[in-house]
């Protein structure tokens, strides 16, 4: 079986933060650090060159395949800014009808800038996932 190739590292979240030139992209990403360590109590941690993840559970796939990975994290990218939030979209569509501007396709959600959605509600979707993954995953 292949390992999967999004793994954490010990590359600083903060470098990588700062090296987005885009100035709105770059203040989002701080922002959203600000957030999820705040709603999860979890360190940032870079998974792989570009996801700022928090936390880690073991996911199991209907298939049994086993892998470990982060109940919440994001990435800033070029075109907007990919959120990952481990929740099923029946238990997620109650937020997203509050949240704001944002697009979704099979495992994450699309923000193009912070200022589009609605913080509470975001906050509110971070830590209905935390303690979601958590409370059925104690690692």
């Known amino acids: ?37 705040e709603e999860t109590g979890k360190d940032a941690v870079m998974w792989g060159p570009s996801i700022v993840g928090f936390g880690s559970y073991s996911y199991q796939y209907s298939s049994g395949k ?16 990919a959120i990952y939030i481990m929740l099923e979209w029946t238990i997620l569509e109650p937020f997203l009808s ?22 509470e509600i975001f906050r509110e979707m971070i830590r209905t996932s935390i303690n979601l993954v958590y409370h059925n995953n104690q690692k």
């Open 1 to 37: 079986m292949s390992e999967l190739k999004t793994q954490p590292t010990n590359a600083s979240v903060e470098d990588f933060l700062n090296a987005i030139e885009h100035p709105t992209r770059n203040d989002d990403g701080f922002k959203l650090l600000q957030i999820f360590k």
């Open 66 to 81: 086993v892998m470990d990975w982060f109940p919440v994290g994001y990435s800033p990218r070029k075109q907007s800014i």
């Open 98 to 119: 509050k949240l704001g501007k944002h697009k979704k396709s099979k495992g994450c959600l699309y923000i193009n800038k912070m200022s589009d959605v609605d913080e």
